[in-house]
């Protein structure tokens, strides 16, 4: 918008100055070129390996991906990051809703800038950081007795417990833009007319949070479908996930075709998160265009 | 009128606080106390001599600054290009931009890996098998950074795109213009000290995700840093331990930094969604 002002003082010296230099778009072209050869190749080598059966093209790979142990660890990274991005959404609304509402300038800060380093602190790290407090040894595992009462980390509901611990950070910096967006005279306009604090969250905050909540919803799910650092750190293959079966395939001792396996599971892995992208993006649209308006 | 900190709020806070601090208390404690033995601080005094640990933090040191130079080189004039002359580029940038978040890092290094099978397998006899070997160096193995690269160009548009929305970028150029700079000199003198913010951010976040930077690095073979942990873990398990802790705090001092020169605005945009 402000661009547009000055544009039209200057339009003719910019003009004639424009017909003497190369096309702009010239600059943009070493990107692009780079995204086809570093992105480009490899994203042709997922399909064309995963349609390729034996020197044919076919959908044997897509086929055997969807079933027996590679179905499996599909449905088992689907539940697992659909439970981890239920509970991340769960607690890290009322989280950042306890941030939003103390009005704490010191607080919102501390706990925001936690939260942009948690949200990153995934992988290696957060998997030892794990293990060293509940893992077989763990600190709390031997001081607290855990073992005897059946603790085990290495579980599918230990990887639940760990990937909270950066999709909730994640979740409250994605709802907290959105719950700066919710006006006091809403909530005030809502009380003069005699709702209660639950009428108030039902029919007025609930309905403006639903696209933020569904989109930090969506984006957790995406960010703990991808995560493989830190369930290949942590449960080795005891928790059968498609990013460690992909791992297998492509590390292990390859059998001839596995690979071709590995990179139509691949193909499935994009399918979900181009999905995951496809619902995620509109939503954010939507929220924001709320929220700015 | 300031609402107080009611009861539940507390609670909420309460129990976060325990959550989140819990793990870190106690990776702490796991790697100074060592059961029957008392207190020791070997776990961290042993880390410098650690065979590996040096090469490794200087391999993913040198290409997080590779990934820096390159994505910024890339994207910069990419980026101001869009807003003088090719605006109707700018969807085919932010497509191409955003993609590398539809391929998670998993399936992005299993269609490297075949890629890479090519070299052997088709080209042997052609010069292009000269510089898959050479992007292949272990030393400095390039085809991690064009990896790095790719999965930063989402958080770099990003960063970018914030901080050029903020100036007038055309105004600026066309008055440098008229008081006789170059085009370089335009852009470097005067719109890059204007997007020093942004172009910080990108280079933070850029620079903190390489450093943790697992999924490629391991499946093609190469150790730099967070591999390393991974391979410690296996026999020493309070070394890996104190070392994570140490990497997170540096992580931790980084983000710091990021919010005290973007002055806390862009925060948001540290989340690596």
Redesign the interface.
């Known amino acids: 918008m402000t661009a547009a002002l000055p544009r039209a003082d200057v339009a003719p010296v910019a003009s004639a100055k424009r017909r003497r230099r190369a096309p702009g778009w010239l600059a943009v072209v070493p990107l692009l070129v780079f995204a086809a050869i570093a992105f480009g190749l490899p994203a042709f080598a997922i399909l064309d390996g995963a349609f390729t059966v034996g020197g044919h093209y076919g959908t044997t790979n897509l086929t055997d991906s969807l079933q027996g142990p590679y179905l499996t660890s599909l449905l088992g990274s689907v539940k697992l990051s659909a439970l981890a991005a239920l509970l991340g959404a769960l607690l890290g609304l009322p989280l950042a809703q306890a941030v939003v509402g103390s009005r704490s300038r010191w607080l919102r800060e501390a706990v925001l800038t936690a939260s942009g380093v948690l949200a990153n602190f995934g992988g290696v790290p957060l998997a030892f950081a794990f293990v060293a407090t509940l893992g077989n040894a763990g600190v709390l595992t031997v001081r607290l007795g855990l073992k005897d009462s059946g603790w085990n980390l290495y579980s599918f509901w230990g990887l639940v417990l760990v990937y909270l611990y950066f999709l909730i950070p994640l979740m409250v910096l994605t709802i907290t833009p959105a719950l700066d967006g919710l006006r006091a005279q809403w909530r005030e306009a809502a009380r003069n007319n005699g709702a209660t604090g639950v009428q108030y969250w039902r029919h007025v905050a609930l309905p403006v949070l639903a696209p933020s909540l569904l989109g930090g919803l969506v984006l957790l799910f995406g960010s703990a479908f991808a995560a493989y650092a830190t369930a290949a750190a942590m449960v080795g293959s005891a928790v059968p996930l498609v990013t460690l079966q992909i791992a297998d395939a492509l590390s292990g001792n390859v059998l001839v075709g596995q690979e071709n396996i590995a990179l139509a599971l691949s193909l499935d892995m994009v399918l979900v998160a181009g999905l995951v992208m496809a619902v995620y993006l509109p939503l954010q649209r939507r929220s924001a265009r709320w929220l700015d308006a | 009128m ?2 107080r ?1 009611t009861p ?2 507390w609670a ?2 309460g129990l ?1 606080a325990l ?2 601090l ?3 208390g ?2 702490v ?3 100074v ?1 060592e ?1 029957g033995r008392g207190i020791s601080f070997d776990a961290y005094t042993k880390i410098l001599s650690t065979d590996g640990f040096v090469s490794s933090l200087l391999l993913s040191l040198e290409l997080a600054l590779a990934t820096i130079a390159v994505v910024l080189l ?2 910069v ?2 980026m ?7 605006p109707r ?1 700018r969807p ?2 932010e497509i ?1 931009c ?18 890479l099978k ?1 070299g052997p397998d088709q080209l042997s006899r052609t010069p292009l098998f000269e510089t898959f070997v050479a992007i292949q160096n272990p030393s400095f193995p390039v085809v991690l950074v ?2 790095y ?2 999965m930063a ?1 989402p958080f770099v548009y990003r960063a970018l795109d914030a901080g050029l929305r903020a100036i ?4 600026l150029v ?1 008055a440098a ?2 008081c006789g700079a170059s ?1 370089p000199q335009a852009l470097v003198r005067a719109v890059l000290p204007n997007i020093r913010g942004a172009l910080l951010n990108a280079g933070f976040l850029t620079l ?1 995700l390489v450093l ?4 490629v690095a ?2 093609l073979g190469y150790q730099p840093f ?1 591999v390393w ?2 391979n410690v ?1 296996g026999s020493q ?1 309070q070394m ?2 104190a ?3 140490l ?2 705090l540096v ?2 001092a980084l ?2 930094a990021l ?1 005290g020169v973007g002055g ?1 605005r862009n ?2 945009a ?4």
């Open positions: 300031a609402r900190l539940w709020r909420v806070l976060a959550y989140f819990v793990p870190l106690a990776s404690v796991f790697t106390d059961p890339l994207m004039p990419a101001v290009a869009l807003r003088l002359g090719a580029l085919v940038v191409v955003s993609l590398p978040l539809v391929v998670p890092p998993i399936a992005f290094v299993a269609g490297i890996v075949s890629v090519w064009l990896a690269v790719v160009l007038d970028v055309r105004t066309e213009r008229s085009w903190a943790g930077e697992f999924t391991q499946l967070a942990i991974y873990g398990a890996s331990v070392v994570s802790v990497s997170l992580t931790w983000l710091l919010a806390g925060r948001t540290n989340s690596r969604g």
